[in-house]
C-alpha cells in the first residue's frame, strides 16, 4: 500500500492500540555498524534523543571485532581495536549494552551464499567456538554485556540456550511472535509452552535458566504511527493484556527510520496505557518468577 492510499485509509480507519494492552516497552538495537562513520553518530544521537522522550535507556546488543563481519569492515573503515573499544565505552555512557551474536559455518568464507548459521544448517562446533571468541573479547576489553543478549537473525538453539545460561546471561531478547521475522525453533517452543504475546518467561535447561523478554516488533520504517498500532493490535491477545517486550532496529537503518522512529515514540510516551522500562527494570525481569518451559 503506497503513501497516498495509507493516508486515506487511515483517514477513514483509526487504528489505535487496542484499549485493554497495557504495554511496557523497551528498545534494542541490533548493534552491527559501530565501525561505519555513516552510522556511528547516529546511533550516539539516537540513544541520547531515546532517553530525552522516554526517560530511559535503550539496549545496544553489540557484535565484537571477533566476529568476521566486523573485523573486515573495521579494516575497510580504518577502525582500529583500540578505536573500536573506545566507541563501545562512549557507547555505554548512553545505552545499556549487551551481545549480539552472527554465526558462519566457517568465519574464513562468512560471505559464501547461506554460510551464516540460522537454523537448518546448524553446526554446533561453529556457534560454540564464535560465541566463546565473543565472550572471550569482552572480557578481555572488560566491556560489560551486562547478562543480555539478541540473537542475529533472531536464531535461537538449544545449544545457545545452554551456553547463554552457562555463562551466567540473564535476559534474552531473540524470541518473537512476529510474522517478519524470527525463528521457526523458537516460534514453536513458544506455542507449544502456551506463552502468549507480550508475555516474559523462562526457558531452562541443564539446572539453569534465562529470562526472555520478547522482541515484539520493528520500529519504525513507516511515516505512519498507525502502522506501529496496527501490527501490535494484530499479535496482541486479550487474555494477556500485559505485554512486556522489546521493539527493534539495527543501527544501519538509522539513515532511514530516525525520524520515523521518534514520532512513534513521542506518541507512545503521550499514551496513559504504555510506559518504558529501563536498567533498572532488568534486574526485576531477571529475577522474576516466571513460567518455566524446560528444553
Same mark, same amino acid.
Given at each position: ?65 571477533? !566476529?568476521?563481519?566486523? !573485523? ?36 574464513? !568464507? ?24 565473543? @565472550? ?23 545449544? $545457545? ?12 531478547? /531473540? ?68 505485554? /512486556? ?11 532511514? !527510520? ?23 527494570? $532488568? ?6 518468577? @516466571?513460567?518455566?518451559?524446560? $528444553?
Amino acid at each position: 500500500m503506497n503513501d497516498v492510499l495509507k493516508s486515506i485509509y487511515y483517514a477513514v480507519k483509526s487504528e489505535p492500540l487496542h484499549p485493554g494492552m497495557r504495554l511496557r516497552l523497551g528498545y534494542v538495537f541490533h548493534t552491527e555498524a559501530i565501525q561505519d562513520p555513516k552510522y556511528w553518530p547516529l546511533l550516539l544521537r539516537f540513544c541520547s534523543d531515546y532517553k530525552n522522550v522516554t526517560g530511559v535507556e535503550p539496549v545496544c546488543t553489540i557484535m565484537t571485532p571477533e !566476529n568476521a563481519r566486523i !573485523n573486515q569492515q573495521m579494516r575497510e573503515f580504518g577502525v582500529t581495536d583500540e578505536e573500536y573499544v573506545a566507541r563501545v565505552r562512549k557507547l555505554e555512557s548512553v545505552a545499556i549494552i549487551g551481545h549480539h551474536g552472527h554465526y558462519y559455518q566457517d568465519p574464513a !568464507n562468512h560471505t559464501a551464499a547461506e554460510g551464516e548459521i540460522r537454523g537448518d544448517n546448524y553446526h554446533r562446533e561453529p556457534l560454540t567456538d564464535q560465541f566463546g571468541n565473543d @565472550l572471550s573479547w569482552f572480557r578481555n576489553n572488560g566491556v560489560d554485556h551486562n547478562g543480555l543478549y539478541s540473537g542475529g537473525w533472531w536464531f535461537m538453539h538449544p545449544d $545457545l540456550v545452554a551456553l547463554l545460561i552457562k555463562e551466567d546471561y540473564r535476559v534474552d531478547f /531473540t524470541f518473537t511472535y512476529s510474522p517478519v521475522f524470527g525463528h521457526a525453533w523458537s516460534k514453536k517452543l513458544m506455542r507449544e509452552g502456551g506463552i502468549r504475546f507480550g508475555e516474559v518467561f523462562r526457558v531452562e535447561k541443564d539446572g539453569g535458566s534465562i529470562a526472555t523478554v520478547q522482541d515484539l516488533i520493528g520500529c519504525h520504517n513507516t511515516p505512519f504511527v498507525q502502522d506501529f498500532s496496527r501490527h501490535m493490535n494484530r499479535l496482541f491477545n486479550p487474555d494477556w493484556p500485559e505485554v /512486556t517486550g522489546v521493539v527493534n532496529s539495527h543501527d544501519f537503518n538509522l539513515d532511514r !527510520n530516525y525520524e520515523f522512529t521518534f514520532k512513534v515514540l513521542r506518541f507512545l510516551a503521550t499514551q496513559p496505557q504504555v510506559s518504558f522500562w529501563g536498567r533498572e527494570d $532488568l534486574d526485576e525481569m531477571a529475577a522474576s518468577r @516466571l513460567r518455566v518451559i524446560p $528444553l
